[in-house]
């Protein structure tokens, strides 16, 4: 199986820039804002994921626990049956991708990668579960470390910040530097701005604007803008009509150096980005 960390460095054959990875959303949930309760058995999140790789995804993000504002939080136990099951039946079925399991908890991490996963996106950038970070230095793997302000149940409460793209970044940087603390090795933490995490739409517009500022870290930068709520409220789409604004937004991300797209539809974002880079 390729590394994570390999593919992030293959140029694209057409223009010989790096091409972002698209990472396709298995959600094995009942309540994930825009598609909970449409994979929520195992056979649905399998179909679903095996159609997101013929579609051209790169890697799978498999989660079981909705961090939509105010959803309520799941036990790991439960979180587990979601997943693992789901992880198991994507490999089994020879899947070579390489799979992330989106989890705030250590012992679903754990219990994932055993399961074949190779990635951990942890929403809570390895602040909720004070065990992550020595699970992902003892596992080598990829960790996402996203930014947040609070947590799922009260992040939307009035965020306010000075300087947005300065504090985001300050604040995965301090990050960064726990987990390397831990013994996570550098190259291996990816970052993600948390689009709609804490944020108002001015918040967001801007932190993808200055999106370089994030990249010029040196570490991989992830952006999830697929259907969410600021994108929807310049164009008045309810969530399951979004497919252009999270199209748009996503090349604006790659075109300002994002290195991996999280998103719903994996085959309309690879099309996107094809045209985008044969004609940039
Ligand atoms: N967004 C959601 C869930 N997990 N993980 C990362 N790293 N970045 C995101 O932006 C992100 C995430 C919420 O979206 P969903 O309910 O459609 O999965």
Redesign the pocket.
Known sequence: MASPLDLLRVPSPVTGLTLPLVMG?V?VTPD????GGRHDSVQAALEHGLKLIADGADILDV?GE???PGAAPVTPEQEQARVLPVIRALRAQGVKVPVSI?TRNASTARAALDAGADIV?D?SAATHDPRMLSLCAERHCVL?L?HMKGDPTNMQQEPRYDDVVREVRDYLLGRVEAAVAAGCAREALWL?P??C?GKLPEHNFALVRSLGELCATGHPV?L?V??KSSLGGLTGRPVEDREPESLAAGLIGALKGASVL?V?EAGWMKRALRVAQALW
């Not at 994930?32 to 598609?35: I, N, Q």
């Open positions: 959303i959600n994930s804002f825009s598609d989660g909705s961090t939509r989106d996106n929403v996402i996203m993600d948390g689009f995490f992830l999830g697929s259907r999280r719903h």
